[in-house]
């Protein structure tokens, strides 16, 4: 009996029962989602070495019996290759259709649907099983663009790192090993460093915090000639779900969104750690002149997250907005920004309050006219002068959204 850890390469020996010294073992399942064989193999004392891949999540305990070698014709050796270590970790191999249709549908929230739209639900996550990235995949990447950062000189920049507590250098240093381990970065040198922190995400469905790695790219954006190009409107696309009475939202990997890089351009958008300085093998949606991908790049090898996607809803939120069958209406953890927004004290807070209150502007008519004492401040950098107009002004926007307006569907 030997065990085959879970996601692992082993190299085994079988007992050769005939007298071939060198031949072929058959690809063989020898128990659970282990695989043997698919190699040529030459023996000795009855005994030839081959590998065995378990690329399922649990250890399996297999027998191999004695196996007959198959004649094959001469083999270069060339073809020939050795099998160096005795165990290796496997990320790409994947697991069953199964085994994956049933991760995924577990990592669901499918609670709130009947039995039969539950059925059509799963049979949609069978049909497109590979699409659902699971917890230590290896994520892919966008292989039909590559990403290049042009600069308006030569010249490198060298940010200072910035300093972290140890709670969150442990975050930090288990976050960068695994991505290494992933080949997403590699240990290296440049003149290009950029400081990384850390930020807190949404807990997890126990309550656990969970945290988010990012890089602060401001210096290298700053000096990277910019591209222009188009976002699609939200207004038209809100329009486009008039007749719409379920709703599904999927979100992508946003770390599986990413772009190979030329060698010149990979050595620009470097990161600093304690110990040395890590470089992306693929551009990072931090950087300026990455555009959004296009359908066609959403269907290359790009990953969907089972647990942040829903199916079948008869409400979900949508870039600050919620949508149901009735109509769009703005998003109540906005609305209570806005509502809990004091008074503004210069220009900037003018900016901030009109760039909050702008995203739902469709939802007050004449939203322009009942701006304009607020708008009419922008125009002095000076300290402010907040009269009655503004004040009527700030109350009245502020009352219009939280009133939760909702606009029907065309």
Same mark, same amino acid.
């Given at each position: 009996m030997i065990t085959i850890p879970a996601r692992t390469q082993t190299t085994l020996y079988v007992n050769v029962s005939n007298e071939l010294r060198v031949g072929y073992i058959p690809r063989l399942r020898v128990g659970g989602n282990v695989i043997l064989g698919d190699a040529v193999?030459?023996?000795?004392?009855?005994?030839?070495?081959?590998? =065995?891949?378990?690329?399922?999540?649990?250890?399996?305990?297999?027998?191999?019996?004695?196996?007959?070698?198959? *004649?094959?014709?001469t083999v270069s050796k060339h073809a020939i290759s050795v099998l160096a270590e005795d165990t290796a970790h496997i990320n790409s191999v994947s697991i069953s259709k199964e085994d994956q249709v049933d991760k995924v549908t577990k990592l669901r929230r499918l609670?709130?649907?009947?039995?039969?739209?539950?059925?059509h639900a799963v049979s949609l996550i069978h049909k497109h099983h590979d699409l659902f990235h699971l917890p230590g995949e290896t994520l892919g990447n966008t292989n039909v663009a590559s990403h290049k950062i042009t600069t308006t000189d030569n010249q490198s920049i060298n940010t200072k790192q910035y300093s972290f507590s140890p709670i969150h250098k442990n975050e930090i240093d288990r976050q960068v090993k695994?991505?290494?381990?992933?080949?997403?970065?590699?240990?290296? !040198?440049?003149?290009?460093?950029?400081?990384?922190?850390?930020? %807190?995400? !949404?807990?997890?469905?126990?309550?656990?915090?969970?945290? *988010?790695?990012?890089?602060?790219?401001? =210096?290298?954006?700053?000096?990277?000639?910019?591209? =222009?190009?188009?976002?699609?409107?939200?207004?038209?696309?809100?329009?486009? %779900?008039? /007749? /719409? *009475?379920?709703?599904?939202?999927?979100?992508?990997?946003?770390?599986?969104?990413?772009?190979?890089?030329?060698?010149?351009?990979?050595?620009?958008?470097?990161?600093l750690r304690p110990l040395g300085t890590i470089n992306l093998n693929e551009c990072h949606w931090a950087l300026r002149m990455l555009q959004p991908p296009s359908k066609e790049q959403l269907l290359a090898n790009l990953k969907h997250q089972p647990d942040k996607s829903e199916?079948?809803? !008869?409400?979900?939120?949508? %870039?600050?907005?919620?949508?149901?069958?009735?109509?769009?209406?703005?998003?109540?953890?906005?609305?209570?920004?806005?509502?809990?927004?004091?008074?503004?004290?210069?220009?900037?807070?003018?900016?901030?309050?009109?760039?909050? =209150?702008?995203?739902?502007?469709?939802?007050?008519?004449?939203?322009?006219?009942?701006a304009k004492p607020l708008t009419q401040l922008l125009k002095t950098e000076t300290a402010i002068e907040w009269s009655k107009k503004q004040e009527e002004a700030f109350c009245k926007l502020r009352n219009l959204l939280c009133s939760e307006p909702l606009l029907q569907h065309p």
């Amino acid at each position: 009996m030997i065990t085959i850890p879970a996601r692992t390469q082993t190299t085994l020996y079988v007992n050769v029962s005939n007298e071939l010294r060198v031949g072929y073992i058959p690809r063989l399942r020898v128990g659970g989602n282990v695989i043997l064989g698919d190699a040529v193999v030459t023996h000795r004392d009855e005994k030839a070495y081959c590998h =065995a891949i378990n690329p399922g999540e649990q250890d399996q305990e297999i027998i191999v019996l004695s196996i007959d070698l198959e *004649k094959i014709e001469t083999v270069s050796k060339h073809a020939i290759s050795v099998l160096a270590e005795d165990t290796a970790h496997i990320n790409s191999v994947s697991i069953s259709k199964e085994d994956q249709v049933d991760k995924v549908t577990k990592l669901r929230r499918l609670d709130h649907l009947n039995q039969e739209k539950a059925e059509h639900a799963v049979s949609l996550i069978h049909k497109h099983h590979d699409l659902f990235h699971l917890p230590g995949e290896t994520l892919g990447n966008t292989n039909v663009a590559s990403h290049k950062i042009t600069t308006t000189d030569n010249q490198s920049i060298n940010t200072k790192q910035y300093s972290f507590s140890p709670i969150h250098k442990n975050e930090i240093d288990r976050q960068v090993k695994e991505l290494l381990d992933n080949k997403v970065t590699e240990e290296s !040198k440049s003149l290009y460093n950029s400081p990384q922190w850390i930020v %807190l995400k !949404k807990p997890d469905s126990k309550g656990n915090n969970r945290w *988010k790695l990012v890089i602060d790219f401001r =210096a290298l954006n700053e000096k990277t000639l910019g591209d =222009a190009y188009s976002l699609p409107n939200i207004t038209e696309i809100l329009d486009q %779900l008039g /007749s /719409s *009475k379920y709703f599904s939202d999927l979100t992508l990997r946003r770390d599986s969104i990413r772009y190979p890089c030329p060698k010149k351009t990979l050595r620009k958008p470097r990161f600093l750690r304690p110990l040395g300085t890590i470089n992306l093998n693929e551009c990072h949606w931090a950087l300026r002149m990455l555009q959004p991908p296009s359908k066609e790049q959403l269907l290359a090898n790009l990953k969907h997250q089972p647990d942040k996607s829903e199916f079948l809803r !008869k409400e979900v939120g949508y %870039l600050e907005h919620i949508i149901n069958e009735d109509g769009v209406k703005p998003d109540p953890k906005k609305i209570i920004a806005v509502k809990n927004f004091p008074r503004p004290k210069d220009p900037k807070n003018i900016k901030q309050f009109l760039g909050l =209150a702008g995203n739902y502007r469709r939802f007050i008519p004449g939203f322009s006219k009942e701006a304009k004492p607020l708008t009419q401040l922008l125009k002095t950098e000076t300290a402010i002068e907040w009269s009655k107009k503004q004040e009527e002004a700030f109350c009245k926007l502020r009352n219009l959204l939280c009133s939760e307006p909702l606009l029907q569907h065309p």
